[in-house]
């Protein structure tokens, strides 16, 4: 090749290179836009689970409940026969604390041998140690999930504004496996007031303000990129 032909074609590549780039800023452009409630998603899960293992753990194990009588031989002397009076000792027991303050995440559903260790849980820890207890005891009993609440239901189990047939959506029985959805009856506000409280309100604030900045960033950037879209 001679000379010349050398530097036609570096010409040529010089001439092309910047719509190659700019190829690339639409390309970076429309995907940001036709993703962007996708990102807008993902900023938000990075932020509650910086390490996301851990809600893919959690959703497991809520759709099969860990429950473990084999974890709990060890503390079965300490409990009575009567499923009442079970459920009041657990209670006693693990003292009630929310996934933010034991896990660092808005939700997280333990294991059965985490909850023993630490002492403490929320409802679903609770949940979980007695339906572990009952069936060490060969009780039998279900574990329900209702949108804001964990419960284990039982014969003789009193009903409560909150542990009863009607909030529940998923109950699991942990002796047969069979699992069952319905559609909660449950009021909106009682249930956004709940994820308030437990998911919001005790949100560290460092968390919060990452969670905000990040958004209003993407929000911002959203903006600016549909205002040069205008332009052109």
């Given at each position: 090749?001679?000379?010349?032909?050398?530097?036609?074609?570096?010409?040529?590549?010089?001439?092309?290179?910047?719509?190659?780039?700019?190829?690339?800023?639409?390309?970076?452009?429309?995907?940001?836009?036709?993703?962007?409630?996708?990102?807008?998603?993902?900023?938000?899960?990075?932020?509650?689970?910086?390490?996301?293992?851990?809600?893919v753990?959690?959703?497991?194990?809520?759709?099969?409940?860990?429950?473990?009588?084999?974890?709990?031989?060890?503390?079965?002397?300490?409990?009575?026969?009567?499923?009442?009076?079970?459920?009041?000792a657990?209670?006693?027991?693990?003292?009630?604390?929310?996934?933010?303050?034991?896990?660092?995440?808005?939700?997280?559903?333990?294991?059965?041998?985490?909850?023993?260790?630490?002492?403490?849980?929320?409802?679903?820890?609770r949940?979980?140690?007695?339906?572990?207890i009952?069936?060490?005891?060969?009780?039998?009993?279900?574990?329900?999930?209702?949108?804001?609440?964990?419960?284990?239901?039982?014969?003789?189990?009193?009903?409560?504004?909150?542990?009863?047939?009607?909030?529940?959506?998923?109950?699991?029985?942990?002796?047969?496996?069979?699992?069952?959805?319905?559609?909660?009856?449950?009021?909106?506000?009682?249930?956004?007031?709940?994820?308030?409280?437990?998911?919001?309100?005790?949100?560290?604030?460092?968390?919060?303000?990452?969670?905000?900045?990040?958004?209003?960033?993407?929000?911002?950037?959203?903006?600016?990129?549909r205002?040069?879209?205008?332009?052109?």
């Amino acid at each position: 090749m001679s000379v010349g032909e050398n530097i036609v074609n570096s010409a040529a590549e010089t001439t092309f290179a910047p719509d190659g780039i700019e190829s690339s800023e639409n390309i970076f452009k429309k995907t940001f836009r036709r993703y962007f409630p996708l990102i807008l998603i993902l900023w938000i899960l990075l932020v509650l689970y910086p390490n996301p293992l851990s809600l893919v753990v959690s959703i497991h194990r809520f759709i099969n409940p860990t429950v473990n009588p084999s974890a709990v031989e060890m503390i079965l002397d300490d409990f009575p026969s009567d499923p009442v009076a079970i459920e009041k000792a657990v209670l006693e027991r693990i003292s009630y604390r929310l996934d933010w303050e034991l896990y660092g995440v808005p939700w997280y559903f333990p294991a059965v041998e985490e909850i023993l260790e630490r002492g403490e849980g929320d409802c679903k820890a609770r949940a979980l140690v007695l339906a572990s207890i009952l069936k060490a005891k060969d009780i039998p009993s279900q574990v329900n999930s209702s949108l804001v609440h964990v419960w284990v239901d039982y014969e003789g189990k009193q009903e409560t504004t909150i542990e009863n047939n009607q909030v529940k959506f998923y109950q699991h029985d942990p002796e047969t496996g069979e699992r069952r959805f319905q559609i909660p009856e449950i009021a909106p506000g009682e249930v956004m007031n709940s994820w308030r409280q437990q998911l919001w309100a005790p949100m560290p604030i460092d968390r919060r303000v990452l969670l905000i900045s990040g958004l209003l960033a993407l929000v911002v950037a959203r903006v600016v990129l549909r205002k040069k879209g205008t332009a052109q």
